[in-house]
Structure formats: structure tokens, C-alpha cells
């Protein structure tokens, strides 16, 4: 089944760097990948995804990129706040089962953002 | 803007006891899942249902869990016989139909279970 390896574990920059998770997946099948934003107690909430027809996406601050040949994609995240901290999960959706497929998870990048 | 809910928020049981789980996914959506995350690690798939059948499981998904979906508005994840690995939080979540531009799941809050 699909396998998605998600780096760094923690990751710690100052407010107004920028900050790049970086993630790789093992189906070249899978054709959707979200990222998903979860606060502490909360729910994972998304944030921005990418379809697998698409190299690159952006929204406001967050970008994603997607190297399908290499199997990577990566959230780059740019002038980073504090209510940016949180830990960030990606997720690819595979096909097996047609649009019902499930997400399979990184293991999450805590972000710590410091004044 | 239209949320999952999830109830409850905690439930505390005793090792070997049932659990239902409660999720009221979004109201036009059509594909409903439950994850799971165990403390401070990632989330896990465990099930999805479509049209009234699973469509897939996990391997965590064995013969103690079940769900359903009793009425036109909840989505229910069973425990048989609960054991203390199955501490960990739950979430439902909810896709719409279609497929183009309806990939989004969207999770409810979820519900954290401590088995003693």
C-alpha cells in the first residue's frame, strides 16, 4: 500500500522566515495530496492541496510543489507568524478504490514559529 | 459554513466494554471515513463507507469494529470488545460527491477514547 514519509519531525524558524516541509510518497497512483494543518486538541483542518495534473499551487503565503517523476511534494510556507505554529501533516490519496479512497498520512512536522 | 460533528468529545471505558462512536457528516456529502490518531503520532485510516457498504479498510479495522450509517444523518463507528490500544483519538470525516475539484475530506473534531 501507499507509504508517505514526511520531513523534518519539528522545525523551528523566526517569525518572518519561511519554512518547507517536505514529503514523499510511495504509489505513483496516488493522484491527490493535501496538507492539513492541526493545532493542538484540534481537528486537522486543510490548508492546500494539489492534484497530480498540477506542478504547483499557490495561496497567499502557502505553496505547494509536486514532483511527480521524483515522488516528492513539498508545503513551503513564506513570512511566517506565530498562529502559524502548529503541526503540519501531507496525505496522498491513492486510487484503489476510486473516489472513496482514503488518505494515507505523514507522520507530521511540528512548526514552531519564535518572535 | 457546514462542519462534521462528532459526539462525544471524550468517552472513558473500561477494557472489554462496547463503544459507538457518533459522526453527523456534512449534510450533501456522500463518502464518509473514519481515521484514527493515537497520541503524538499520525493519523490513521481505518475505514471508509460508500452507498451504504465499507469501500475499504485497514488492517487496524478487524472484527471488532463495525460501522454504520442507522439514518439519513449519522455515521457510527462500533468497538465490540474495547482494549487499551484503542486509546486514541477518532475523527469522522466527510467527502462530497463528484470527483474533479471534490477531493477535500473534511474532519470533525473527534472524539478521544481512554480505555483503562
Known amino acids: 500500500g501507499e507509504n508517505v514519509e514526511q520531513h523534518p519531525s519539528t522545525l523551528s524558524v523566526q517569525e518572518g522566515d519561511s519554512a518547507v516541509i517536505k514529503c514523499t510518497y510511495s504509489d505513483s497512483a496516488s493522484n491527490y495530496f493535501p496538507w492539513y494543518k492541526q493545532e493542538l486538541g484540534k481537528r486537522p483542518q486543510l490548508i492546500i492541496d494539489?492534484?497530480?495534473?498540477?506542478g504547483e499551487k499557490k495561496d497567499q503565503r502557502i505553496a505547494v510543489t509536486l514532483n511527480k517523476t521524483a515522488k516528492h511534494f513539498s508545503l513551503h510556507i513564506t513570512e511566517t507568524q506565530p498562529e502559524d505554529s502548529a503541526v503540519y501533516f501531507c496525505a496522498a490519496r491513492g486510487v484503489r478504490s476510486g473516489t472513496a479512497s482514503k488518505l494515507t498520512f505523514g507522520t507530521g512536522t511540528r512548526l514552531q514559529v519564535t518572535l | 459554513e457546514p462542519e462534521v460533528t462528532q459526539t462525544p468529545s471524550h468517552q472513558v471505558t473500561q477494557m472489554g466494554q462496547e463503544v459507538i462512536l457518533r459522526c453527523v457528516p456534512i449534510?450533501?456529502?456522500?463518502?464518509f471515513y473514519w481515521y484514527r490518531q493515537i497520541l503524538g503520532q499520525k493519523v490513521e485510516f481505518l475505514v471508509s463507507?460508500?452507498?451504504?457498504?465499507?469501500?475499504?479498510k485497514s488492517e487496524i479495522f478487524d472484527d471488532q469494529f463495525s460501522v454504520e450509517r442507522p439514518d439519513g444523518s449519522n455515521f457510527t463507528l462500533k468497538i465490540r470488545s474495547t482494549k487499551l490500544e484503542d486509546s486514541a483519538m477518532y475523527f469522522c470525516?466527510?467527502?462530497?460527491?463528484?470527483?474533479?475539484?471534490?477531493?477535500?475530506?473534511?474532519f470533525g473534531p473527534g472524539t478521544r477514547l481512554l480505555v483503562l
Open positions: 449534510s450533501n456529502h456522500l463518502y
Open positions: 494539489i492534484r497530480s495534473n498540477v
Open positions: 470525516a466527510s467527502k462530497a460527491p463528484g470527483t474533479a475539484g471534490q477531493e477535500t475530506q473534511y
Open positions: 463507507f460508500y452507498n451504504n457498504e465499507i469501500s475499504e
